[in-house]
């Protein structure tokens, strides 16, 4: 067992360590699919095929990359069944955190894609590129600035948590 405060074996850290993420990948999964099922409906609009070609050219890679970030984020469960029972939680723990931090990233530019188009097609404003700009610094502060911030600010010399303990292991957070 490894000092880390909680006085856990490595199965039940991995244990608890997939709980933590399933319940991740819930808040993330359920607001990509709601957009990405959104964003399936425009296609069959009358409005849809008023659009000129660069805006469809946006409508198409934002519909690929809310699809692979669904599949990212859904790539975890299918990891887990299929490797379910062959003793190798932690393993399957690193793996699913892998695809998880790729669908938050495919989630980032998905909403940015997305909220692009809607913009321009809405406003036809200049402003628009420094507008999704905007939003997404805050996306990346939110998402990934203020953690990195947290964690290199409050983490010590030893593993404080699950995170620590598989980055010190090439598993990745």
């Not at 699809?67 to 379910?84: C, D, E, K, Q, Y």
Request: hydrophobic share 50%; proline share 4%; aromatic share 10%.
């Amino acid at each position: 067992m490894q000092d880390d405060g909680r006085n856990e074996s490595a199965e039940e850290r991995a244990d608890r360590q997939w709980q933590e993420l399933v319940q991740e990948i819930r808040v993330a999964q359920t607001g990509v699919q709601i957009l990405f099922g959104f964003l399936l409906t425009v296609v069959f609009t009358p409005h849809f095929q008023g659009l000129d070609p660069t805006d469809k050219t946006i409508y198409i890679v934002t519909v690929i990359l809310g699809s692979m970030a669904t599949g990212a984020l859904i790539g975890p469960v299918a990891f887990h069944r299929i490797v379910s029972g062959r003793r190798m939680k932690p393993q399957a723990v690193a793996w699913a955190s892998r695809l998880t931090f790729l669908g938050i990233v495919l989630l980032l530019a998905t909403l940015t894609s997305a909220l692009f188009l809607i913009l321009r097609v809405a406003t036809h404003d200049d402003h628009v590129p420094w507008i999704v700009a905007g939003v997404m610094a805050w996306y990346l502060l939110c998402w990934f600035a203020l953690p990195l911030w947290a964690r290199i600010r409050y983490t010590t010399d030893g593993p404080q948590d699950e995170h620590a303990t598989a980055d010190r292991s090439g598993a990745g957070a």
